[in-house]
């Protein structure tokens, strides 16, 4: 799938805003992203999960694993299109877990599957689980990687379009030195 055309849809449906934005770190930056409202659309969902499953039609993922809640809408797509069954983690007291009554297989091939990754630490955190529980994480993948390609997750990763956004402390930052005022995504304002 064309990386445009990603970005086009997240454009489209206000997935990807371009702008000043706070984010929740404190942090500045001229992009926010919420990929919920992209996969809002299951037809979207379902076209973003088919060019992820492309990539690994080949790999005998038996298995796709993911983060909730980021990760549960497009996990599930890719494991619907692979074939493969889906199940996630979650945190509990701060530690990545599978729960439910979930369970794998052992040398059971698994997929980690994420919206957006950013530093890698939820994907990194899910394989960890999934390796405990005796799984073989195969490789790992999202719809968008923020880190520029720089995220390392310990296995083979793949995303559909790659971003490099900076994020940098106010005291720094150059919207905020032309006097324009910072937008806190999730808030009813919107960016322009
Ligand atoms: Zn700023």
């Not at 990603?6 to 919420?34: P, R």
């Not at 497009?74 to 729960?99: P, S």
């Not at 405990?132 to 968008?144: D, K, M, N, Q």
Request: charged share 25%.
């Amino acid at each position: 799938m064309d990386p445009d055309r990603v970005i086009d849809e997240f454009k489209q449906t206000g997935a990807l805003l371009e702008g000043h934005f706070q984010l929740s770190s404190g942090l500045h930056s001229t992009v926010y992203l919420q990929c919920a409202l992209v996969l809002q659309f299951p037809d979207k969902a379902e076209m973003f999960g088919h060019a992820i499953a492309q990539e690994f039609s080949n790999a005998g993922i038996q298995l796709v694993a993911s983060p909730a809640i980021g990760g549960l809408v497009i996990g599930h797509e890719v494991a619907r299109a692979l074939g493969a069954r889906f199940i996630w983690t979650e945190r509990e007291a701060g530690e990545m877990t599978l729960r439910r009554g979930f369970t794998v297989s052992p040398g059971e091939r698994t997929l980690v599957v994420e919206d957006v990754i950013t530093t890698g630490g939820s994907t990194r955190d899910t394989s960890e689980a999934l390796k405990r529980a005796g799984a073989e994480v195969v490789a790992a993948a999202s719809i968008i990687d923020r880190s520029g390609g720089s995220a390392e997750v310990g296995v083979p990763r793949v995303a559909l379009a790659t971003l490099k956004v900076l994020s940098v402390e106010p005291e720094i930052c150059d919207a905020c030195k032309l006097g324009e005022p910072a937008v806190k995504p999730g808030s009813r304002k919107r960016a322009t």
